[in-house]
């Protein structure tokens, strides 16, 4: 059985950082692509950064490049979203997610997703 499990949300104000971790456990975590995606309040679920299986290769929504870092440990099963200079819209529920294909723009064919985790910033 395949799980995510999200860890590291929580609130934080307008200008500050936090580290979202999501450990992978039931599938071979090294061949796989890993992606987080978020959920606002009202919105739709949308791409926010993508890592290729090797760490090689990595892809962000435009609306955080340059904030956000994508980064695994294969060793540790983990994939890691660095967020630097929080704005009050990246308030939402993360979601880590996993699968093979990464398709045009770096998104993510998600085969299994996290339960999701919220981060609130504040103004």
């Known amino acids: 059985q395949v799980q995510l499990v999200e860890s590291g949300g929580g609130l934080v104000q307008a200008g500050g950082s936090l580290r979202l971790s999501c450990a992978v456990s039931?599938?071979?975590?090294?061949?796989?692509?890993m992606g987080w995606l978020r959920q606002a309040p009202g919105k739709e679920r949308e791409f926010v950064a993508t890592?290729?299986?090797?760490?090689?290769?990595?892809y962000y929504a435009e609306s955080v490049k340059g904030r956000f870092t994508i980064s695994r440990d294969n060793a540790k099963n983990t994939v890691y979203l660095q967020m630097n200079s929080l704005k009050p819209e990246d308030t939402a529920v993360y979601y880590c997610?996993?699968?093979?294909?990464?398709?045009?723009?770096?998104?993510?064919?998600?085969?299994?997703w996290g339960k999701g985790i919220l981060v609130t910033v504040s103004s």
């Open positions: 890592i290729s299986w090797s760490g090689g290769r990595t």
């Open positions: 039931g599938r071979t975590f090294s061949t796989y692509a």
């Open positions: 997610a996993t699968g093979r294909t990464v398709v045009a723009g770096g998104s993510l064919l998600v085969d299994y």
